[in-house]
């Protein structure tokens, strides 16, 4: 099992910035990608940055250029900057973890954490 936690989020003005994190529990699975997602009322959730083991990271279109997601394995977190926010970026923001229990479990199992708000106003 794997838990996760995110933290970060808030009030920020438009084109400002605001950085999230995800603690995520250590544990004997592996996990293949991590990501950030975000969901606004009434709308499906959707992918805004992920980040695999290897290193390949993967952008919406709609945040590509202003966001960044990296990993800190020191403090076993996953981070997301948030540059030049815009309107169109408030949500509630959720960490996703790919893990896998065994060497033959090739599909995993996506594990979430509560989510964070993120507020864009003046």
């Known amino acids: 099992q794997v838990q996760l936690v995110e933290s970060g989020g808030g009030l920020v003005q438009p084109g400002g910035s605001l950085s999230l994190s995800c603690a995520a529990s250590r544990s004997r699975f592996r996990i293949s990608v991590m990501g950030w997602y975000r969901q606004t009322p009434g709308e499906q959730r959707e992918l805004v940055a992920s980040l695999s083991s290897a290193g390949d990271t993967n952008y919406a279109d709609a945040v590509k250029g202003r966001f960044a997601i990296s990993r800190d394995n020191a403090k076993n977190t996953l981070n997301l900057q948030m540059h030049s926010l815009q309107p169109e970026d408030p949500a509630v923001y959720f960490c996703?973890?790919?893990?896998?229990?065994?060497?033959?479990?090739?599909?995993?199992?996506?594990?979430w954490g509560k989510g964070t708000l993120v507020t864009v106003a003046s």
């Open positions: 996703n973890a790919r893990a896998h229990r065994t060497y033959s479990d090739y599909e995993g199992t996506d594990y």
